[in-house]
């Protein structure tokens, strides 16, 4: 069973950036794709980012395409969520999940992801 934490949100004012990190314990971490998923208030949780094992394959959701950088570090089972150009709009709480996946498909449901973290949240000022 893959553990995962994240780390790296806070408070930042629009424009700045955030480097989000997803530390994986057990498991064969490079076995699995990885995404990241946010969720405001009241609202659902929603694709950000996703990668796949090899890191190969990426995809983004519309909203953050140019502005946010999924990578991954397999030697150090660690996947990462670079944030620049932060908008007011991008706050919310940020998790990190893990699906077994060998392939180039990067998948955007939060359904097929079978492990998650406990999410950092990120808070951007106007």
């Known amino acids: 069973q893959v553990q995962l934490v994240e780390s790296g949100g806070g408070l930042v004012q629009a424009g700045g950036s955030l480097r989000l990190s997803c530390a994986a314990s057990r498991g064969t971490f490079s076995m699995y794709g990885m995404g990241w998923f946010h969720q405001a208030p009241g609202k659902e949780r929603e694709f950000v980012a996703g990668?796949?094992?090899?890191?190969?394959?990426?995809d983004y959701d519309e909203s953050v395409k140019g502005r946010f950088t999924i990578s991954r570090d397999n030697a150090k089972n660690t996947v990462h969520l670079q944030m620049n150009s932060l908008k007011p709009e991008d706050t919310a709480t940020y998790y990190c999940?893990?699906?077994?996946?060998?392939?180039?498909?990067?998948?955007?449901?939060?359904?097929?992801?079978?492990?998650w973290g406990q999410g950092t949240q990120v808070t951007v000022s106007s």
């Open positions: 990668i796949t094992w090899s890191g190969a394959f990426t």
């Open positions: 999940a893990a699906r077994w996946n060998n392939g180039r498909y990067v998948s955007v449901w939060q359904h097929e992801y079978t492990y």
